[in-house]
């Protein structure tokens, strides 16, 4: 370690040597430290040997002195500033007008002061970045952000038709503010604001911009998002191109409506917002509806639907007017006696056809009767005949059949008679008559 020795030289004694210095850093000690002097001469001598560089960046910061000015060159895209000196003499020769805001690229030198330990820049030359190279420079930003999808339509999100609370990022008390409020609210009384103020240009608008994007988007009745800017020139409104924030709203779940600057004005976050308003009250006009045109429309579709239903009542009621119009309607007891008419005429021939079918029946009834009884061993009884039977009930058909003494039955047209045979004898007579007779008699005595 190395010894402190305090109090006054010579009091003590001699001071011991120091050792000699060490060539580089690395062979530095606790023992063997360099002097603070050496390390800064070393510094400005290792510094000194460094070529120019151009630099470019957005002036944040600009202080002008007799001597020099002073002013602090950032870069947005990682939040980086560096101090820039550029003394009187290489002022004084600028054709550029160096102002707050202003992007330049600047050649400069690093430059070490030894009496504050100080490093800076100093500038040997500062030129404005041209109108056409930043939109050189944008144009390639936005064809590498395209090829990569952020612009593509597919991944637009649809604004709600009307959002219950909508967040604004813009800036504090700002024009685009007021536009977006007072035409919201003219538009729908009852609209909702979730206001975040942001820088809206300068070194700090992407980061507050940023900030404000997620807040708003992580809020759960935030439905859609509007960032708004008033117009301005393209160095003011770079910010609104800046790579980090087209990004995050490409990443944010809520739908981001983009009004920057006006008509003419197109940075990149119109490309990646899922709508683009041209102006900040155009962004008001799309966000809510209009009242009174969603009144109006109401009132048209009653209307319409009023008028619809009027016409399609008067039809139905022609409609039906023709069909009461009808015959069949108009008298409907038509039908009624026009079939009962029908069914009084089949009657009729119903019963006409039956009776001649019973008529022409009894008539044949009457006729085979008749033939029955012209056969009838009864008709041959009713012209004197009678039929003699043996007491067994079989009929005598000749004398052999009996014999003097039995007794027989005689059955008469009319009656009965029972008698006894006193004597049985062939009749000559009825040889003459063959056996016809005899079969005729066997007929009807079979049938009696």
């Known amino acids: 370690m190395a010894q402190r020795i305090s109090g006054t030289p010579g009091i003590l004694g001699d001071q011991p040597e120091r050792p000699p210095a060490a060539a580089t850093a690395a062979d530095t000690s606790a023992d063997n430290p360099w002097p603070v002097s050496l390390l800064a001469h070393k510094m400005k001598a290792y510094i000194d040997r460094m070529s120019t560089v151009w630099v470019e960046?957005?002036?944040?910061?600009?202080?002008?002195?007799?001597?020099?000015?002073?002013?602090?060159?950032?870069?947005?895209?990682?939040d980086i500033s560096l101090p820039v000196q550029i003394w009187r003499n290489v002022r004084d020769r600028l054709d550029t007008r160096l102002t707050e805001g202003s992007r330049v690229v600047v050649q400069a030198k690093a430059n070490y002061w030894l009496a504050k330990g100080r490093l800076t820049m100093q500038a040997y030359d500062v030129r404005a970045v041209g109108l056409g190279e930043l939109l050189a420079r944008l144009e390639q930003l936005k064809q590498m952000l395209g090829a990569e999808g952020l612009f593509d339509p597919a991944h637009k999100k649809p604004l709600p038709f009307l959002p219950s609370r909508i967040g604004l990022i813009t800036g504090?008390?700002?024009?685009?503010?007021?536009?977006?409020?007072?035409?919201?609210?003219?538009?729908?009384?009852?609209?909702?604001?979730?206001?975040?103020?942001?820088?809206?240009?300068?070194?700090?608008?992407?980061?507050?911009?940023?900030?404000?994007?997620?807040?708003?988007?992580?809020?759960p009745d935030?439905?859609?998002i509007v960032i708004a800017r008033g117009g301005g020139s393209l160095e003011d409104l770079l910010p609104f191109s800046n790579e980090a924030l087209v990004r995050a709203v490409h990443a944010a779940s809520t739908p981001v409506v983009s009004a920057i600057g006006h008509e003419a004005d197109r940075p990149l976050l119109d490309d990646v917002a899922d709508m683009r308003a041209s102006t900040p009250t155009d962004a008001a006009k799309r966000i809510v509806p209009d009242v009174a045109e969603e009144q109006m429309g109401i009132l048209q579709a009653r209307a319409s639907l009023n008028g619809a239903l009027d016409r399609l009542l008067q039809s139905e009621a022609r409609a039906l007017a023709d069909v009461r119009g009808r015959p069949v309607?108009?008298?409907?007891?038509?039908?009624?006696?026009?079939?009962?008419?029908d069914v009084s005429t089949l009657r009729a021939?119903?019963?006409?056809?039956?009776?001649?079918?019973?008529?022409?029946?009894?008539?044949e009834i009457e006729h085979l009767r008749t033939q029955v009884r012209s056969l009838s061993p009864l008709n041959t009884l009713a012209r004197g005949y009678a039929v003699v039977q043996t007491e067994?009930?079989?009929?005598?058909?000749?004398?052999?059949?009996?014999?003097?003494?039995?007794r027989i039955s005689i059955k008469l047209a009319s009656g009965r008679l029972t008698a006894q045979v006193d004597d049985s004898s062939p009749d000559p007579q009825s040889r003459d008559l063959g056996d016809g007779p005899r079969q005729n008699t066997d007929d009807s005595t079979s049938k009696e």
Not at 57 to 74: K, M, P, V
């Open 222 to 224: 935030v439905d859609v």
């Open 392 to 406: 067994d009930g079989a009929a005598v058909r000749s004398h052999e059949q009996v014999d003097a003494g039995d």
């Open 172 to 219: 504090h008390d700002s024009d685009a503010m007021k536009d977006v409020l007072r035409n919201a609210s003219l538009r729908w009384p009852a609209v909702a604001f979730e206001v975040r103020n942001a820088a809206t240009q300068g070194t700090n608008a992407v980061p507050q911009v940023m900030a404000a994007l997620e807040e708003l988007d992580a809020h």
């Open 349 to 363: 021939r119903s019963w006409q056809a039956q009776a001649g079918l019973v008529g022409r029946a009894a008539a």
């Open 329 to 341: 309607l108009a008298q409907p007891e038509t039908m009624i006696t026009g079939r009962e008419q």
């Open 57 to 78: 960046g957005q002036i944040i910061e600009l202080s002008d002195r007799a001597n020099a000015s002073y002013l602090t060159l950032h870069d947005t895209t990682e």
